[in-house]
């Protein structure tokens, strides 16, 4: 009883000196966030690797999502005789959902988890700490630019899912199914809501990436700096990125649907 | 009577239960070229990176040019890390830039000076070390001397009154670290630094070293001048000082007895 107690207690300080450790590391990113010579060209630099490189798994993905869902709303919204609607569920569901989520989970897996393996190695052959010593810290040149490219590229590349994926959905069911181009069009024109929907949408996007950018950047900071420690780190950034996304998809979608 | 650069007093390190230092006390003074000396795992690489604030001490104070860094914010121990140049036994270049934005970067980043000029400095610093004309090159496309070469200049590049080598002459060839203990010698001496050499090769870094320090298990064991050291009586500075495979200091970590380790029931690791 006494020693599970204890092992209790050890994992609630280990859990309490987490949350403090990564809160503390969040301040740090957003006071520190300063623009020096060359912090333009930095975040650009990251944003093409971070943003840029993901667009083929995001365009891809969306695409194959449009698709499915186009196809799945058919042969569920013929049985109802509402095919009519066919445009705004898919609309809807992509840019209030889908679009957000799948282009986090995609972004988590494809960018987090290299940005997380990058600092470990950066740790690792000390390249960080080589930075230090040269004056420079490196939370301000190799954190926070990292931060903000992963916070402007995740909506943005939030925005092309959609589209591509709506843009899907519209060709499978208007060249493939046949269906109406105009209705297609103008009902979802009538129940897509920029201040609603849209808006929401990149919203999420936005918490999603600073999330995920938070824990990739956390854990490769704090990553133990050898081959097991960062394989490690890449997979809590995978795991931690997907259930945070999910959680917090779940807490903004219950603050925001009182208006839909 | 040289001033002290450094001076380090009672300080303690540990990681837990294990201590790499205790109460150790150490004046390094201005202008020498100071060699730590030790078995592996007696804490010489913890050593630099106490002064350097890489890590920090559990108790006591170290001293730079009378600062206390060990009181020091982040913040300004960044202004003073400056004033200290780390050649790593990793080398730590930067993999994403060349060998020539190695060496500009921390002058880019600390000054506001034009670029042809920085292009100029940057240039002699290559040139210092012979690799002028590799200054395109990235470091995967450099060998083990050049890539220690171009960790030197660039740990050179913000003119460090402190330099702090982590075993530089690790897998050199006898011409590359015949030219690193050249170069770092000159450097000590043309430009009026203080250097602090953490190394195994004991024959080459007495023969530039003014003053040799030799650690065991987180304690000075001796102190002095090469020669002082090169023929001391003590068992264990002598055993160490000529590479002899006798004597008290220990090749083996502590363990219990093997006898027992091979005979008895086997214990999970």
Redesign the interface.
């Known amino acids: 009883m006494n020693l599970l107690l204890r092992n209790l207690g050890f994992r609630v300080i280990q859990w309490l000196n987490f949350i403090g450790r990564s809160g503390y590391f969040f301040v740090q990113m957003v006071v520190k966030s300063s623009w020096?010579?060359?912090f333009t060209q930095d975040v650009y630099k990251q944003i093409y690797q971070l943003g840029f490189q993901s667009l083929g798994i995001i365009t891809v993905s969306a695409l194959f999502i449009g698709l499915v869902l186009s196809l799945q709303g058919i042969h569920t919204l013929e049985k109802f005789g509402a095919l009519s609607q066919l445009g705004p569920m898919i609309a809807l569901s992509i840019l209030r959902e889908m679009g957000p989520v799948i282009s986090a989970l995609l972004f988590s897996g494809r960018a987090c988890s290299a940005l997380t393996a990058e600092i470990g190695l950066l740790k690792a052959?000390?390249?960080l700490?080589?930075l230090?010593?040269?004056?420079?810290?490196p939370i301000v040149?190799v954190i926070i630019p990292r931060f903000w490219s992963g916070v402007i590229g995740l909506p943005l590349l939030n925005i092309l899912f959609c589209a591509v994926a709506i843009v899907g959905g519209y060709w499978y069911c208007t060249h493939q199914m046949m269906l109406d181009s105009g209705m297609f069009w103008a009902n979802t024109q009538n129940a897509v809501s920029w201040e609603l929907d849209i808006k929401n949408g990149i919203i999420k996007s936005i918490v999603f990436a600073v999330l995920l950018l938070w824990i990739a950047l956390y854990q490769g900071l704090n990553c133990t700096p050898t081959a097991n420690g960062i394989s490690k780190a890449t997979t809590r950034t995978v795991v931690l990125g997907a259930l945070c996304v999910l959680g917090s998809d779940f807490i903004l979608t219950a603050l925001m649907i009182g208006d839909w | 009577m040289n001033k002290t650069l450094i001076d380090i007093q009672q300080v303690t390190l540990s990681y837990g239960e294990k201590h790499i230092f205790s109460n150790l006390n150490i004046q390094i003074p201005k202008g020498k070229i100071i060699a730590i000396l030790g078995p592996s795992g007696c804490g010489k690489t913890s050593f630099l990176r106490l002064i350097s604030q890489l890590i920090f001490a559990t108790e006591g104070h170290i001293y730079f040019e009378g600062t206390d860094l060990t009181s020091l914010s982040e913040a300004k121990m960044q202004d003073f890390r400056r004033k200290m140049g780390f050649m790593f036994q990793s080398n730590a270049l930067f993999t994403d830039l060349n060998v020539y934005e190695n060496i500009a970067y921390p002058i880019r980043v600390h000054s506001n000076l034009p670029e042809d000029l920085i292009r100029s400095i940057t240039l002699m610093k290559l040139h210092m070390v012979g690799l002028r004309g590799a200054y395109l090159k990235m470091p995967h496309e450099l060998s083990g001397g050049m890539a220690r070469r171009v960790a030197l200049a660039r740990s050179l590049a913000l003119d460090p009154c402190l330099m702090l080598y982590d075993e530089p002459f690790t897998g050199q060839d006898p011409i590359g670290m015949r030219v690193l203990l050249n170069l770092v010698k000159r450097f000590n001496d043309c430009l009026n630094m203080t250097s602090i050499i953490v190394s195994h090769d004991v024959d080459e870094v007495c023969q530039i070293a003014d003053y040799v320090i030799l650690f065991e298990a987180g304690q000075i064991l001796a102190q002095g001048t090469p020669d002082e050291l090169k023929n001391s009586e003590h068992v264990k500075v002598n055993q160490f000082m000529k590479g002899r495979l006798e004597g008290e200091m220990p090749f083996h970590y502590p363990a219990q007895s093997y006898y027992k380790d091979l005979l008895d029931e086997p214990v999970a690791p």
């Open positions: 020096y010579r060359g052959s000390d390249q700490d080589a230090k010593m040269m004056g420079i810290d040149r």
